[in-house]
C-alpha cells in the first residue's frame, strides 16, 4: 500500500492555457473522489468515480472542468482555459467501496497557480 | 443539507495545555463523522472517524473525540499539546452521500 499519489504537486500556468493533473489511487480501491481546496478553506467536493464510472459532479465543476477514470485505476483532471480562480489545492482520495467505515484516502494535492 | 461549522478560525494553546477544537454539524439522518489533519502543503491526513458504536473515538497521537447527538458535535481534544501538533485541523460529516463536507478548518498554534 503506496497511498494516494497526485502529480504534479505544482502547476503554474498562464491564464487561458490548459492543465491535466494526475491521481494514482490506492489499488483496489474502487472510489476515486477529487476535491478543491482554495486558500483558507476545507476541501470541497469536485466529483467522484466508481470504477470508471463518473457518478456526481458539483456545480462547483463548470463546463471547462472535465475527469476521467478510463480503466478504473487512475484518473485524470483537466481545466481548459485557465482562470486566476481555478488557483487553489485540487485534491485526490481514494475508498474501498465494501469498506463501510466511510474512510477516504486523500493523496498529497497538486497546488496549481494561474498566472 | 449536510454542513459543518468549526467555531475558531484559529486556536492558540501553550506547550503541554489542553487542546479543544469545536465542531458542529447538521444531518437529517445519522452521520459518519471525521477529523482530518493537514500540515502544510500536504494532503489530509485521518485523525479519527465516528461511524457507529462507541461514541467516544480514539485517534492517532493522542486525540479523542465525542460524539454527542443531542449537541450535534465532535469536538477534538487533547489532554496536553505538542509542538508538532501545530497545524490545520479539519472537521466533516458523510451521511451516505458519498461524499465528505468539510468544515472551513482551525488552525491550532503551539506556543513554547
Not at chain 1, 55 to 67: N, P
Not at chain 2, 25 to 49: E, R
Not at chain 2, 64 to 75: D, I, L, P, V, Y
Request: aromatic share 12%; net charge neutral.
Amino acid at each position: 500500500d503506496t497511498g494516494v499519489s497526485q502529480d504534479p504537486r505544482h502547476k503554474i500556468t498562464k491564464r487561458g492555457q490548459n492543465v491535466t493533473f494526475r491521481c494514482d489511487p490506492i489499488s483496489e480501491h474502487n472510489r476515486l473522489y477529487w476535491y478543491r481546496q482554495t486558500l483558507g478553506q476545507g476541501p470541497e467536493f469536485l466529483t467522484y468515480f466508481q470504477n470508471e464510472a463518473q457518478l456526481e459532479k458539483s456545480r462547483l465543476l463548470s463546463d471547462r472542468f472535465s475527469a476521467e477514470r478510463p480503466k478504473g485505476s487512475f484518473s485524470t483532471l483537466e481545466i481548459q482555459r485557465t482562470e486566476q480562480g481555478d488557483s487553489a489545492m485540487y485534491l485526490c482520495a481514494s475508498r474501498k467501496e465494501t469498506e463501510f467505515s466511510y474512510e477516504q484516502y486523500f493523496g498529497p494535492g497538486t497546488r496549481l497557480t494561474v498566472t | 443539507a449536510q454542513s459543518v461549522t468549526q467555531l475558531g478560525s484559529h486556536v492558540s494553546v501553550s506547550e503541554g495545555a489542553l487542546v479543544l477544537l469545536r465542531c458542529n454539524y447538521s444531518s437529517s439522518v445519522p452521520p459518519y463523522l471525521f477529523w482530518y489533519v493537514q500540515y502544510p502543503n500536504q494532503g489530509l491526513q485521518l485523525l479519527l472517524k465516528y461511524t457507529t458504536g462507541a461514541t467516544l473515538v480514539k485517534g492517532i497521537n493522542g486525540f479523542e473525540a465525542e460524539f454527542k447527538k443531542s449537541e450535534t458535535s465532535f469536538h477534538l481534544t487533547k489532554p496536553s499539546a505538542h509542538m508538532s501538533d501545530a497545524a490545520e485541523y479539519f472537521c466533516a460529516v458523510d451521511t451516505g452521500f458519498q461524499k465528505l463536507v468539510f468544515g472551513t478548518g482551525t488552525r491550532l498554534l503551539v506556543s513554547p
